[in-house]
C-alpha cells in the first residue's frame, strides 16, 4: 500500500486502473539500472519493485520501488520495454 500512496494524482490517472490490486510485486536484486530510479542512500542488495500494470495496452509501466522494511518508497519511475525514464523523489 506504501507503493500506492506515493503515486500522484496524474500518475493514477494515467497509469493505474483501479486500485492497488493492479499491479505486481517482486523482491529483485539491486541493478546499477534499478539504481538510476533509486534514492543513492540506500544501501541493501535488494528491493521491492511494484508494478502498476497501466489502464490500456502500454509498454510504459509506473514502477515504484520499496525498501526492505516494506515502509519506505525509494524511488519511482516509468519503465518501457525500450527505454527507462527517471523520477526523482
Known amino acids: 500500500m506504501v507503493a500506492f500512496n506515493s503515486v500522484t494524482e496524474d500518475e ?3 497509469f ?3 486500485s492497488p490490486k493492479d499491479s505486481t510485486v517482486t523482491k529483485i536484486k539491486l541493478t546499477n539500472e534499478v539504481k538510476l530510479f533509486i ?3 540506500y ?3 535488494q528491493v521491492y519493485e511494484v508494478i502498476f500494470n497501466p489502464k490500456i495496452d502500454s509498454a510504459k509501466k509506473l ?3 520499496v ?3 516494506k515502509e519506505t518508497v525509494i524511488g ?3 519503465k518501457s520495454h525500450r527505454e ?5 523523489l
Open 76 to 78: 519511482k519511475g516509468v
Open 84 to 88: 527507462t525514464s527517471q523520477s526523482s
Open 67 to 69: 525498501s526492505l522494511d
Open 39 to 41: 534514492d543513492r542512500s
Open 63 to 65: 514502477t515504484v520501488y
Open 12 to 14: 493514477k490517472t494515467e
Open 43 to 45: 544501501n541493501k542488495l
Open 16 to 18: 493505474i486502473p483501479v
